[in-house]
C-alpha cells in the first residue's frame, strides 16, 4: 500500500494577549521549540505554529495516523508547557481550554480542537487550513455547503469531470452524539434542513464519491463537553485542494460574503466572520467580529512547503468592508435578538439569578 501521511491541526486557547484579543510571541515560540524536539526525533514529519486571535494553532504531519495517542500526548504537553509560559507572563484566561489536566489517551473531549484526516499524498498535494476565533464549530456548515455543493460558488461542480459527480457530506448531531450521510447534489434538500442549524447540526467531513476524504472539521463543542459553558469552540478546518478537489479559488470564495455565526463577545452574539490575513487576527472591536485566517501548503513527502497566507490578498477588501458596515448594523441592537443569542445559546446568563429575584413579583394575567 502507498505511504499515508496524517495530518493534525490541534488548537487550544491557553492564555490571551491582551484578554481575549491576541498571541504572545512567547507562546508561539515555546509551542515551535516543543514541536521541533519532536520533528528532530523523526516523529514528527513537519509542522508549522500559529495563532488566531488567542488560540494557539498546531499544525503537524506524521505517519502515525489519527486519533494517535503519542501525538495527543505531544499536543498536550505542548499546550501544558504553553500554559507554564502564560502563568509566568499572567496571561488572561491561563490554560482556558484544558479541562483536565491529565491526559488520558486522546485530546478529544478534554477541551482542545482536532481536525486530522489522513490520505496518500497525491502527486501535488495542495492544502487549505481555515482557522477561527471567536465563534463556534457550526461556522464552517455554509462554506462547506458552497465549496462542495453549491454550483454557483464551485464551478467545477458544473465543468469539471472530476467533481461532477458530487460529494458525500458526514453530519454529526453534537447533541444526541449521532452522525448521518448525505450524497450530494441527490440529497441536498435534506441535507440543508440539518446545516442550516448550525448550533446542533454540524459538518464533520466532507467525502468523494470514491471514498476519499476532501475536508474535516473539528467538533468538539466545550459547552457540551463542560456540562457549562467555558469558551467558544474557535474551530479549524482543513480541506484538500485542486483536481478531484475545489480549486483553491473555490474553496476560498464563500468568505467573499460574510456569513453570521454565533460568538462574538462573551461568546454571546451573533456577528460576521471577517477573513483576514494572519496579522490581522486580532479580534479586538467588541471582543471580534469573528475572525477566519485561512493558510495553505504545498505538501511534499509529508513537508508542508508554505504558508501561504491565503486571506492576504485584496479581492477580500471588500468582504472586510462589509463585515465592519455588518457588524455596525449588528452592535445596534446593543441587547436585542438577533445580535444577542437567543436565551438558550448564550454563554454568559444572568437569567437564572434575575429569574430568581423576581420570582414572586410574575402575576397571573387576568382570564
Ligand atoms: C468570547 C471571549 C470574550 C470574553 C469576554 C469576557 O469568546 O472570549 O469575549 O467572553 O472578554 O471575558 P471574561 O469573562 O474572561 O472577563
Ligand atoms: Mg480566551
Ligand atoms: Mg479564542
Not at 167 to 181: A, T
Request: glycine content about 8%.
Amino acid at each position: 500500500m502507498a505511504h499515508t501521511i496524517t495530518l493534525s491541526v490541534i488548537k487550544a486557547d491557553v492564555g490571551g494577549y491582551v484578554g481575549h484579543c491576541s498571541m504572545h510571541g512567547d507562546l508561539i515560540e515555546e509551542a515551535t521549540n516543543r514541536l521541533e524536539e519532536s520533528r528532530i526525533k523523526g516523529f514528527l514529519v513537519d509542522f508549522h505554529v500559529t495563532a488566531c486571535g488567542d488560540d494557539l494553532e498546531l499544525i503537524m504531519t506524521h505517519r502515525h495516523g489519527p486519533d494517535n495517542e503519542e501525538v495527543h500526548r505531544l499536543a498536550f504537553d505542548t499546550f501544558m508547557a504553553c500554559t507554564d509560559v502564560a502563568k509566568r507572563l499572567k496571561l488572561y484566561g491561563v490554560g482556558q481550554d484544558l479541562l483536565s489536566h491529565s491526559f488520558a489517551g486522546n485530546i478529544r473531549g478534554m477541551g482542545p480542537g482536532v481536525a486530522e484526516m489522513e490520505f496518500v499524498e497525491r502527486e501535488a498535494e495542495p492544502i487549505v487550513i481555515f482557522m477561527a476565533d471567536k465563534t463556534s464549530a457550526g461556522a464552517w456548515n455554509l462554506p462547506l455547503y458552497k465549496i462542495f455543493a453549491d454550483p454557483f460558488n464551485t464551478a467545477g461542480l458544473v465543468i469539471a469531470p472530476s467533481l461532477h459527480d458530487g460529494f458525500r457530506f458526514e453530519v454529526l448531531d453534537v447533541k444526541e452524539h449521532k452522525r448521518v450521510f448525505f450524497d450530494a447534489p441527490a440529497e441536498l434538500y435534506d441535507l440543508l434542513v440539518f446545516i442550516g442549524a448550525p448550533g446542533r447540526y454540524v459538518v464533520k467531513a466532507v467525502y468523494s464519491k470514491d471514498g476519499d476524504i476532501a475536508a474535516v472539521s473539528s467538533t468538539e463543542r466545550l459547552a457540551l463537553i463542560a456540562g457549562k459553558y467555558v469558551g467558544k469552540d474557535d474551530p479549524v478546518c482543513i480541506v484538500r485542494s485542486q483536481g478531484k478537489f475545489p480549486a483553491v479559488g473555490e474553496i476560498l470564495e464563500p468568505f467573499t460574503m460574510p456569513h453570521i455565526v454565533a460568538g462574538w463577545m462573551r461568546g454571546s452574539h451573533h456577528g460576521p466572520l471577517m477573513p483576514v490575513p494572519v496579522f490581522q487576527a486580532n479580534p479586538s472591536r467588541f471582543d471580534g467580529p469573528p475572525r477566519v485566517i485561512c493558510l495553505g501548503f504545498q505538501m511534499a513527502h509529508g513537508h508542508l512547503v508554505g504558508p501561504c497566507d491565503l486571506f492576504n490578498d485584496p479581492s477580500f477588501n471588500e468582504a472586510r468592508r462589509l463585515c465592519n458596515i455588518i457588524a455596525d448594523h449588528m452592535r445596534h441592537h446593543g441587547p436585542f435578538e438577533p445580535h444577542r443569542l437567543p436565551l438558550d445559546e448564550m454563554e454568559y446568563t444572568t437569567l437564572p439569578v434575575v429569574m430568581a429575584k423576581l420570582r414572586d413579583r410574575w402575576e397571573a394575567l387576568p382570564a
